[in-house]
C-alpha cells in the first residue's frame, strides 16, 4: 500500500512539475555543474481581464496610502455598501481574478475620495494602458473614451485597420456630447451674463440651450426642470458646470 503511495504521488508531482537542465558554474571550485530544475506546471498567463483588475488594485491600494485595507472596508461599511477585508486584500495583492464589480469600483472611489477614472487608468495622462485587449494606447486617450469626450474607440482598430469613417455616431454617443455641450453653454450664458459687455450674447445663449434640451430628451436623456430652471441656467448651476 505505501509503495503505491508513493507511486501515485511522484506520478502527480511529474505531472506537475517539467524537468530540465541548466549548466551552473561553481566559482570556488572552478566546475561546471549541470543541475535538473523543477518548473511548477499549470500556471497559464494572466488574462487581459486579470491583468487589468491587478492594475486597477494597485491604484487603490495607492491611493490609500498607509490607512490599512479594514480602514477601506469600514470606510465602505459607512457608505452603504461594505466591501470585505478579504476582497480588498485580493485586490491589493493582485490575486483577485477578473472580478471587480461597477458597486464595487464606485464605492471604494467614494471611500478615498477619489474620481472613478484615476483608479480605472492611473498613470495618467500618458502612461501606457492596454484598452481594449490587445491594443495599447496614452491613459488620457482611454480615458477621454470612457468619458464619453470621443464617441468612438480613439486607438484604431482592434484587429488589421478598420476604417470607422463611415459609422455615424449612436444615440449614447450624441447623447453624451449635447450634455456636455450644454454645459458648456450654461458657463459661456453665466460669465455672459455678468459682464456687462458681452451681456447681449445671454438670449442667443440661452435659446441654444433650449434647443439642446430638446435634443437630450429626444436622445432619451433625462433633464430636471427644477434643477435646471431657465432663470437658473445662467446663475449657480452654470457656474459649478
Known sequence: MFLLFRVAHNYLVFMRYRNYTTAVFDGRKQTVHTVRVAQLQGEQPKTWAERYVGEVGRAMKDARGTKSAAWLSERTEQLGCRVSRSVIAKLDSGHRGDVLSVVELCVIAAALEVPPV???FPDLPDGEIEMPPRHHSASEDAMRWFCGESGTIPFGAL???VDHSDLAPNDAAQLVEAVRRRRGLLRQAAEANASPDIRAQVPALLD???SLAG????????????RWAIDHEIGSSAADA
Do not use: C, K, S
Open 118 to 120: 484615476a483608479l480605472l
Open 159 to 161: 484587429i488589421g485597420e
Open 208 to 210: 441654444e440651450i433650449r
Open 215 to 226: 435634443r437630450i430628451r429626444a436622445l432619451g436623456g433625462v433633464i430636471d426642470e427644477n
